[in-house]
Structure formats: structure tokens, C-alpha cells
């Protein structure tokens, strides 16, 4: 049984024709309050107000600044109904949780070496290396959801100054057996006070499968696609209405009834991208279970560890899966993982096991007497109606552990109220969600995207969601704009990784496709380095489609920082702003919140709904990992910089920061560095001991095809990380890379990398996840190159 319980003033803008003089206008330095703000009930807040002294006779200060427009910047600031309506904004007030956001309230001026600001609108021009700032057109802004900086604003400081008013009125919105207490939300942050605990709606009771259900088939939507489905070999497809989703996640939930999974069990799900996993993990919320999906791409002892962790009731998995052209035999890997469990003391008694025909026959696949039982066989024999079982606000939903690839994996654990509120309001403005969008979301469901933005999030929007079985570059690299238009997806949603992919195999393979229907991109998982969003941008979107930039982590549960289009201009690679009730601040090593421009650690202050609650099993190493190293903060592990216009740019893992000489440099702005270069179509850095520096650069390069490995390219390479950061910041050692080790998702291995280059070749651990594990010993090969 797993509980959440543990003892633990306005501004002018002046615009010019082509051949007037420069314009110049004024910008406001703003001298914001101190506040001391804390979420504890649903009463306004109070605050603690101190107004820094202002050297000036002026209530505010300003700096002049100036920039030359050419006459297509002319225009399109002229026609952008966004700038007029940030440089209208009110600037009467000013408190500090928006002292950084409130900059938006004048023409952003552009950040680091951009000589000029070059302004580019959606569909009119193509975002560049020197175009700074990217605005919506006014087509795009009128009919979005936040169409203005100042309604963001409006709804910002609200969230913030009265959270627990904020996100009571939208909880409303959802089914409640009965509404929460008095007390929407109480929290403490800070390990110095006691044991750090966050609580949201704690006393309201609800279903988030009934919400995610129930609510849209009574509301109408019944006949609605929820999703459709693409299997791994063209023409294999299938859909299901939010009617027939109702009715097979009831059967899967009777049938978890009737072998006694009850209310707070586990239950581990491990199952590739078939429809059959979002409806297991609808099923086991529907009666309260709690399911922790593991990415079917672990191996054995990666999910034996999970199962001994959670010793869950039962396993649901399929025999086998294809992906491109390999088979997977996920029921041996499962068999496998049981056997070590046993021997360990925990064993499950029912393995589910779902016969995907597409990739094997039942007939060849191993079974277990009296344990193992066929999905097709038992599951359409249940009732297709099934009682709800209601839960509490605080009761868990979920367990997702982040990799074991270092000691022990880490249970995460979300509840369930806050974390259906969180995600279905972030889902929805952060992808401007319209009904009639089709929305495709290409991570796998055994990660936190797959939790919050392949299932929850869209379905509790009613969304009709697009699900893919198999590798997107599957056949050929256009497959992923193959199913866009096939289904006509209005929403985008990737990761760097295969955006990076897909850019070095080159446009041809995305032009051939029309591609009209997308009108939002979205990236996620790391951040995002600006070519690759502008060839994103360029050539996927046609230059129309703005691209939410999301910035969150499995423990947040939803994003955190991330752009809301139409409502404020972007800037390539940068994650923007953050997200209505998110306080983000950077902090010193000493843990000194810094103001304005700056580069340093990143936290929250103050909880927000999707926060988890946990780590299942072990409080003390949550506190410890997210709360210790800074007290009173969330510790996000992630560096971050803010430029002096206030946007948030992420530079990687404080553990992919590299100290060289003293010098603080993040990996990923190496490898934007390295990325820019043209023959350059991938980079991963990585830190390795040196004997003077303390740390150096170690850089694996994967190179346009067709360019062949040479002295010279190296000599370059370096040199352009040289002119754009410095020469500290010069890559000690280019290694040749063919290919990166990645996982089945896309994402960097970059523990691998890392005992590649200190020569650790004994110490790889498991690599059984790599999409392809053929790529550490080619990368072992070339280490002398």
C-alpha cells in the first residue's frame, strides 16, 4: 500500500521610416519592493513591503537606448498589436516576485552580442541568426488564449499574490465529490523549520480519470476522438472516442478489481506506446491504484529494482514490440525482472501480458502457468462500466523513478488534485489549446511527458491526442511529417534531440510534406540550442508556428518556465518566462537570490499544485537532494541565466556545468557553440579531470553527412566556441562521434560519455536502454582519432 503520508507608468516607443534617424527610447529601471510571501490559505496574503533608496530626484531611473530598424522591422513592429500592447502596459506597481517578468512591459532590447534588434512576426520572415526576438502575428495574438504581455501579467501577479484564490477558480472547474477545506494549499519549503511537506486541496475528494473521462463523454463529447493511434510500420493505425476510451479502461479496471488491486497498491506498467498504456494507467486511477509505468526499454535489472521498490500486485506488459526494424521481447525482459525480484523476496503473482500480434505471435512467446494471463483473453470479458473510486486531493496518483544508472532510483511520487489542476492548466495555455487541435506529443509515457502531456494534461482538456508506436525516423526521417499530415496535427510537441536529429538529415525530408496543419512546436527535455530552433522554427513551422520552449523536471510535474504564445515575443533558446505560480529565482553558491542579468543556480520559492510530495520511501533524501543545499528554496538542479530583458535561459544540469580555471561553464552553451558551426549537426560536452585546469572540455562532435573527419574541421570547431564564449570556454579534446549514445526517447547518455572520455571503459554500467548500443563501441573505437 503506498501513501503520501511520511514523518518526516506608461512608455512611448518611437518607430521611424527608413530613412529617418535612429530611434530612441526610453526604458524604466525599476526599483521593486522586497516582499516575504507564503501560500497558506485562501485569504489574500499579506506582504512585508521595503522600497530600495533610488539615487535620482525621480521616482524612476532610465536608460537611454538605442537601435537602428530597417524598414521590414519598421513594419513589423508597427503591425504587431503585442508591442503596442507592451509598451502600454502599466508600470504604476511593481513587486518583487515580478521584477523580472515586469520588463516585458517595454520593447524587449535584446541580449548578449546582437548588434541590433531585428524583430521578426510569425509567417512574414525568417527568424535568423542575428533576428533576436520573434513576435506573434496579430492574426495569431487575437484569437489566443493569453493574446497580450498584460494579460499574462494580470494573471501572473494574481497567481502569485493569491495563489490559493488563483487556483481554487480553476480547480472549480474540474469534478469534486466535495470541495476542499478552508485551507487551499500550506507548505514548508524550508528544512530549517522542520520536515518539508506540500499540500494542495488536502480534503477535497475527486477522480482524475472521471475527470479526464466521465466529465467529457457527459459533457457531449463522447463521439470525440481521444486518440489515434500509428503503429510502428505505415498502415497500422486505429482510434478510439472518449466513449470507447471510457469503456476499455473500465474493463482493465474491473479486471485489476477482481484479482484484489485495491485502493493505494502498485501497479507496474510496462508497455510500449500502444494505446493499451495510457488506458492502464486511466484504469488504475479510476480505482485508486497507484501505477509507476517504467520505460519499456529498461532492462531486467533495471526493472526488477523498481518492482522490488514498489512491490506492486501485478505487472501489465506486452510479449514483444517493434521498433524500426528490431524486435524487442519485452515479456523476457519482464520474466527476467520477476525471477530477480523473487529471489529478493518480492513476489507478484499476476503478469498481464498484452499479445502485440504485430511483432509476435502468442504462440512463440514464453509463458508461466498460473502467473502470466493474456489481456485479449480476460480483459473484454469485464463489465465496460466500473464504480469510481474517490480519492483524496493528497492521495498518490502516481510513482515515476528517475534512472538508476547511480545507486538506487528515486521514486518520485505525484498526488493527485494539485496535480490535475497543474497539468491540465499548463497543457492548455502553453500550447494555446483550441478544441479542435490535434496534438501530438512524441515522448513515451514511461517518462513524466508522457504522464503529464501525452495522457492527463490533453484528456483533461478533451483533447484528441496522437499516439505513435514506433522510432520517428522510421522508415526514413520524414515519418514524423508523414503522420502530421495524415492526422492533421495542429500541435508539435518534441524533443531537442530529434529535432537535431532530423536537422542534419537535412529539409528535403521535411519540405516533401505539407505540414500546413501545425500552427504550435513545442520542445522539451533539455534546452534547446538557437539554431536548432531556428531550423525548427524555419523550416518545420514554416516560420508561423511559435514554439513553447518548456522548461519543468519529472518533479515538478508540469512546466515551470515556458513561452505562452501570442502573449510575448520569444527569443531562440530561451524558455521565457515562467508559468502562472511559479516563482523562479537564481541564487550564489552561498544561496543569495541575484537580481537582474545574471547566471547562477535556479530554485523556486513557494510550492504550486503539480509539486511532488515525495520521494516514495525515502523523505530524508528528498529533503536532502531538493531542499538542503539551499533552505527555502526547491533545488531544481539546473543552472540557469537571466538576461537583462528578464528571460530565463537554461545552461544544463549544475552537474553538466564544468569549472574550468574557475571559469563556470555550462555544456549546453558549448554545445550551441559547436552546433552553430554548418558542418556541425550535433555536440554533447562533457567535464574531464585535468591536471592544470582542474576541468577540461571534452566535446563529442557529430558532423553533417558527407563531411569527412579532418584536422582542420577540429581546429575550427574550437575556434568558433572561442569567438562566441571565450577562450576559456575552447573544447580541450574533439572527439569524432558517428553517432550519440541515446536513449529510446532521445535523450543524451551522458554518464556514458563521461567514462568514455576519462577512459573508464570498464565502469560504462547498463546500456541496454541506448536506442542503439552500437554507438559506445564505435565511440570507444574513435577515442584516438
Known amino acids: 500500500m503506498i501513501s503520501s503520508s511520511f514523518t518526516a507608468g506608461g512608455v512611448g516607443v518611437g518607430l521611424r521610416t527608413h ?89 524587449p532590447s535584446g541580449a548578449g552580442k546582437i548588434p541590433r534588434l531585428n524583430a521578426v512576426i510569425l509567417g512574414e520572415a525568417l527568424a535568423s541568426e542575428e533576428d533576436d526576438l520573434v513576435f506573434p502575428s496579430d492574426d495569431f495574438a487575437r484569437q489566443a488564449l493569453l493574446p497580450s504581455a498584460q494579460k499574462y501579467l494580470e494573471m501572473y ?81 486505429d482510434s478510439l ?32 506506446m500502444l494505446m493499451e498504456l495510457p488506458i492502464a494507467m486511466l484504469a488504475c486511477a479510476r480505482i485508486g491504484a497507484v501505477h509507476s509505468v517504467v520505460f519499456a526499454g529498461f532492462s531486467a535489472d533495471s526493472l526488477a529494482q523498481r518492482i522490488m521498490d514498489c512491490k506492486p500486485k501485478v505487472v501489465l506488459t506486452c510479449n514483444a514490440v517493434k521498433r524500426g526494424s528490431k524486435v524487442i521481447h519485452l515479456k523476457d525482459i519482464v520474466d527476467a525482472a520477476l525471477s530477480e525480484s523473487a529471489k529478493n523476496g518480492i513476489s507478484v503473482d499476476a503478469c ?57 532510483p528515486k521514486g518520485v511520487l505525484h498526488t493527485t488534485g494539485g496535480y490535475m489542476v497543474y497539468t491540465a492548466t499548463t497543457f492548455k495555455y502553453a500550447f494555446d489549446y483550441k478544441p479542435s487541435d490535434i496534438y501530438w506529443c512524441t515522448a513515451d509515457c514511461g517518462w513524466i511527458t508522457g504522464h503529464s502531456y501525452v495522457t492527463y494534461g490533453p484528456l483533461l482538456n478533451g483533447a484528441t491526442v ?39 538529415d537535412g529539409d528535403a525530408y521535411v519540405t516533401r510534406y505539407s505540414r500546413k496543419s501545425l500552427r504550435v512546436l513545442g520542445s522539451v527535455g533539455e534546452p534547446i540550442n538557437p539554431s536548432a530552433w531556428r531550423w525548427f522554427f524555419n523550416v518545420v513551422g514554416d516560420s508561423r508556428c511559435p514554439i513553447s520552449d518548456t522548461w519543468w523536471q519529472t518533479e515538478t510535474g508540469g512546466f515551470m518556465i515556458a513561452p505562452l504564445p501570442g502573449a510575448w515575443p520569444q527569443k531562440p533558446g530561451s524558455a521565457t518566462f515562467p508559468f502562472f505560480g511559479v516563482q523562479p529565482v537564481i541564487v550564489d553558491e552561498k544561496g543569495v537570490e541575484i537580481e537582474g542579468e545574471c547566471s547562477g543556480y535556479l530554485c523556486v520559492k513557494s510550492s504550486w499544485p503539480g509539486t511532488f510530495r515525495t520521494l516514495y520511501g525515502d523523505h530524508e533524501r528528498y529533503e536532502t537532494t531538493y531542499f538542503k543545499p539551499f533552505p527555502g528554496y526547491y533545488f531544481s538542479g539546473d543552472g540557469c541565466s537571466r538576461d537583462k530583458d528578464g528571460y530565463y535561459w537554461l545552461t544544463g544540469r549544475v552537474d553538466d556545468v564544468i569549472n574550468v580555471s574557475g571559469h563556470r561553464i555550462g555544456t549546453a552553451e558549448v554545445e550551441s557553440a559547436l ?35 579532418s584536422e582542420e574541421l577540429r581546429r575550427n570547431l574550437i575556434t568558433t566556441v572561442r569567438n562566441q564564449i571565450g577562450p576559456f570556454a575552447a573544447p580541450d579534446r574533439i572527439h569524432w562521434a558517428p553517432g550519440l549514445p541515446k536513449t529510446r526517447s532521445g535523450k543524451i547518455m551522458r554518464r556514458i560519455l563521461r567514462k568514455i572520455a576519462s577512459r573508464q571503459l570498464d565502469e560504462l554500467g547498463d546500456t541496454s536502454t541506448l536506442a542503439d548500443p552500437g554507438v559506445v563501441d564505435q565511440l570507444i573505437a574513435l577515442a584516438d582519432c
Open 352 to 408: 498481464l501480458t498484452y499479445e502485440n500480434r504485430s511483432a509476435m505471435m502468442r504462440e512463440t512467446t514464453k509463458w508461466q502457468d498460473g502467473r502470466d494471463i493474456w489481456w485479449q483473453d480476460v480483459v473484454p470479458t469485464y463489465s465496460t462500466i466500473c464504480e469510481v473510486e474517490w480519492v483524496d486531493a493528497e492521495d498518490p496518483l502516481f510513482l515515476l523513478y528517475t534512472s538508476g544508472s547511480t545507486g538506487k
Open 241 to 272: 472516442t472518449y466513449t470507447q476510451l471510457l469503456s476499455q479502461v473500465c474493463q482493465v479496471a474491473n479486471y485489476l478489481r477482481d484479482i484484489g488491486v485495491k485502493k493505494g497498491d502498485a501497479v507496474v506498467i510496462y508497455l510500449p
Open 466 to 504: 496522437v499516439i505513435y508506436e514506433g522510432a520517428p525516423n522510421y522508415p526514413d526521417p520524414g515519418r514524423c511529417w508523414d503522420i502530421v499530415d495524415k492526422f492533421k496535427v495542429t500541435i508539435f510537441y518534441t524533443a531537442p534531440t530529434l529535432v537535431r536529429s532530423l536537422m542534419r
Open 675 to 709: 552546433v552553430s558551426h554548418p558542418q556541425c549537426a550535433e555536440a554533447a560536452v562533457v567535464g574531464v579531470e585535468h591536471e592544470v585546469k582542474g576541468q577540461g572540455i571534452y566535446a563529442f562532435v557529430t558532423l553533417v553527412d558527407g563531411i569527412p573527419y
Open 157 to 237: 501577479k494574481r497567481s502569485v499574490e493569491d495563489p490559493a484564490g488563483f487556483w481554487s477558480d480553476i480547480a472549480s472547474q474540474f469534478l469534486w465529490k466535495s470541495k476542499w477545506g478552508d485551507t487551499v494549499c500550506s507548505e514548508n519549503f524550508d528544512i530549517r523549520n522542520g520536515n518539508v511537506y506540500v499540500q494542495w486541496f488536502k480534503g477535497g475528494i475527486t477522480n482524475i480519470c472521471y475527470n479526464c473521462l466521465d466529465r467529457n463523454v457527459d459533457s457531449g463529447n463522447g463521439d470525440k476522438i481521444a486518440f489515434h493511434w500509428e503503429g510502428n510500420e505505415r498502415g497500422f493505425h
Open 19 to 107: 530613412d529617418s534617424p535612429p530611434v530612441t527610447y526610453i526604458k524604466p529601471l525599476l526599483t521593486p519592493p522586497i516582499l516575504d510571501h507564503r501560500c497558506n490559505n485562501n485569504k489574500k496574503s499579506k506582504f512585508r513591503s521595503t522600497r530600495r533608496a533610488v539615487k535620482a530626484p525621480q521616482t524612476q531611473a532610465f536608460l537611454l537606448v538605442s537601435h537602428s530598424f530597417s524598414q521590414s522591422e519598421h513594419t513589423a513592429a508597427a503591425s504587431s498589436s503585442s508591442v503596442l500592447g507592451m509598451a502600454n502596459c502599466s508600470l504604476k506597481t511593481t513587486t518583487n516576485h515580478l521584477r523580472h517578468v515586469e520588463s516585458m512591459a517595454v520593447l
